[in-house]
């Protein structure tokens, strides 16, 4: 099983991940991972972002991602909350929970869906700077970090 | 006839975020339709050059080159994406 939700408001950290346990008792471990707007990127100060996507292919994408993480890993339920629209520095964007029976199993999968997300899911990234508005270059670090869940 | 859609970068550049085609004759594919595109004047041309880095999606599904495309399908063209 698997959510998903693409929204321009915050989430409540605490209540999502309690989402992923609550009622249950064959959860062993619960991992997860928030990714926030960061207040300089490639040297610049960064006074805010705003995040486009692609409605419906963006839903499906992550769905995708997490069916493929419940095919690989044996998991219990995963959750994937990512936002968008404007954001400023110290903004959430992003959280993955992941749960299973076992530790290993929700640290690599948690790992997996984010080195997925950032490289299959269609969202693009503008930044503000002092000196205008800029889109964010993909990196070739994030298609490595993807590269090694193959084979 | 499709739907094309254009996001982020891509989609300022061409000054265009939706729009609807008529198909080349034949059996189309993205890489047919891309030649259709380039063939536009303006910023069309440069856009989808050779070695430019775009990526293309048929109806939500990531896509290629080869990739067939056929009357109501949506074709969207967009950067390398850029979430999390």
Redesign the interface.
């Known amino acids: 099983m698997a959510r998903v939700r693409v929204q321009a408001e915050d989430f409540d950290v605490g209540r999502e991940l309690e989402s992923l346990t609550h009622g249950r008792t064959d959860v062993g471990g619960l991992a997860s991972f928030i990714?926030l707007v960061r207040k300089t990127n490639d040297g610049q100060a960064i006074q805010g972002m705003t995040?486009?996507?692609?409605p419906?292919?963006t839903e499906?994408?992550l769905e995708d991602i997490c069916a493929q993480a419940h095919g690989r890993w044996d998991l219990i339920d995963t959750l994937v909350i990512?936002r968008v629209g404007p954001l400023v520095p110290g903004d959430r964007?992003?959280l993955v929970g992941v749960a299973s029976a076992h530790r290993g199993q929700a640290f690599e999968a948690c790992e997996f869906i984010?080195d997925y997300?950032?490289?299959?899911?269609?969202?693009?990234?503008?930044e503000d700077t002092a000196e205008g508005s800029r889109?964010?270059?993909?990196r070739a670090s994030d298609d490595v970090a993807a590269e090694r869940w193959k084979g | 006839m499709v739907t094309l859609?254009y996001?982020?970068?891509l989609r300022e550049r061409l000054g265009c975020s939706r729009e609807q085609l008529a198909l080349p004759s034949g059996n189309a594919t993205v890489s047919s339709l891309v030649e259709v595109l380039r063939n536009r004047d303006g910023g069309w041309t440069e856009a989808f050059a050779p070695g430019k880095?775009w990526r293309v999606?048929v109806n939500?599904?990531?896509a290629d080159l080869a990739t067939p495309v056929k009357p109501g399908d949506e074709v969207?063209f967009?950067?390398?994406?850029?979430?999390?």
Do not use: C, D, N
């Open positions: 990714g995040l486009e996507h692609y419906g292919m499906k994408a990512h964007i992003v984010m997300l950032k490289t299959r899911a269609p969202f693009w990234k503008r889109w964010v270059e993909a | 859609l996001f982020a970068s880095s999606a939500q599904q990531m969207a967009f950067p390398p994406v850029t979430g999390g």
